[in-house]
């Protein structure tokens, strides 16, 4: 059995040690929040809860993650397409929590001791297998746990092996690689480029497979233009997009449903739905009605989960998904000391049957809620339940058009919106999630340094 290290013990229970990592000893007595993931809820709610209570030493506030950059994960498909240089999104977590008054523990939790209040983290290693850190604990009074969410397969044959998911910026890279290696191998070799050799079946068509798709029309062209004159991108470049639903993006108004279709089919996109996968092989995708659709490249994007280390965490209440359960103020049902948010929580809504949807606006809404909750918790006072409000849907079909739903706050009632307006809108949530992160200033400025170094470097990744 592995001894655990503990990294940093419960300071609630009396004066302690550091552990050695040239970091000066805490006080004792210091209430200790942990959050667990820094996706885009536990980036936000650690960096403004450390601005408010780690700068003003009311608690001390500290972030597992383990990786060691965040980049906001709708943009993944973006990545994966060559659209866009992860490093210039890319976020350290150690410089922004030297800034922002927060700890970064690198390193995956992996379970959980209620009883004691520590977190388990796994060791962690090198490309050469060097341990980094070894097996640990840490301790907590408050612990938020928000690990977002993977890739759902469900189990079908050859998903694992030979279909890429969008999970991470290294995914999302390695699928670009593989796109731009396709294309010069086509370039360099002695025959013709032979069916399907090509082809890029997207498995999903919710709002990442269906933006993934416009976005690769773009950039395979932009690919071939440089220099690859023996690939047609007419003739050779084919994107197909499966949908197991009867229509592309179910869970959202089939009004803009309808409208998206219709730019796919504008672009060439060849769109299937109705369409069950039944296995991903290393040349394609077959149906489960025996149909075969080629494909160099695969990409699965149908469906997501919790990790599953959640499943059972040390008694807590989970999903058939993994989610954790938890109560309309965000605690899980067995556990008022643990919290979850994000995709990893299913969290009651309020006159649905379903829990509130795992979107970027649900997490951004949880970890503000939490914002204001959790000072209220140091105090002793009772915790508000967490309201969900939709604002709307937005997808982005790259540069073509963006269309979507505007929920009515301001006019009323629900309104249809497309083209440059929805495109400002799209892009604007992603500028509250970097004012959530570095204030105004900070944002307007690498948006700036963004827009002059695209006019010096290729408009796609070419490596």
Known sequence: MTTLQTDKPDLSRGPTSAPATGLPEEPAGRHSIVIVGGGAAGLELVTQLGDRLGARGEAEILLIEKARTHLWKPLLHVVAAGSMD???????????????????????MIGLDRAK??????????????????????????????????????????????????????????????????????????????????????????ATGTELAAELHHTAREIIAYGLDRVDPEKDIRIILIEAAPRILP????????????????????????????????DGVRLADGGFVPAELVVWSAGIKAPEFLHDLDGLESNQINQLVVTPTLQTTRDPDVFAIGDCAACPRPGYTTPVPPRAQAAHQQASHLLRQLPRRLEG??????????????????????????????????????????????RSLYKMHE?????????????????LSRRAEPRVKLH
């Not at 004012?435 to 827009?451: D, I, N, P, Q, V």
Request: hydrophobic share 40%; proline share 5%; aromatic share 10%.
């Open 381 to 426: 006072k009772p915790l508000e339940p967490f309201t969900y409000r939709d604002f709307g849907s937005l997808v982005s079909l790259g540069k073509y058009s963006t269309v979507g739903s505007l929920m009515g706050f301001l006019v009323g009632k629900g309104f249809f919106v497309e083209g440059y307006f929805a495109r400002l809108m799209y």
């Open 251 to 282: 869970a959202l108004p089939t009004r803009i449903s309808d409208a998206t279709l219709e730019l796919l089919k504008q672009l060439g996109v060849e769109v299937r739905t109705g369409a069950r996968v039944s296995e991903v092989r290393a």
């Open 86 to 108: 992860p490093s210039e999104h890319e976020l350290n977590y150690l410089a922004q929590a030297h800034w922002h008054h927060f700890r970064y523990r690198y390193g995956e």
């Open 435 to 451: 004012y959530a992160l570095h204030g105004g200033g900070k944002t307007f400025l690498g948006a700036l340094a963004r827009s």
């Open 117 to 206: 209040k520590q977190v388990r983290l796994a060791a962690t290693v090198d490309e050469e297998g060097r341990q980094i850190t070894p097996p640990r604990s840490v301790g907590y009074d408050t612990l938020v746990i928000a690990v977002g969410s993977i890739t759902n397969d469900f189990g079908t044959p050859g998903a694992a092996e030979h279909a890429v998911p969008l999970e991470t910026p290294e995914q999302a890279a390695r699928f670009n690689r593989r796109l731009v290696n396709a294309c010069i191998r086509a370039q360099t070799q002695e025959g013709p480029v032979r069916p399907g050799q090509l082809h890029v079946a997207i498995i999903g068509a919710g």
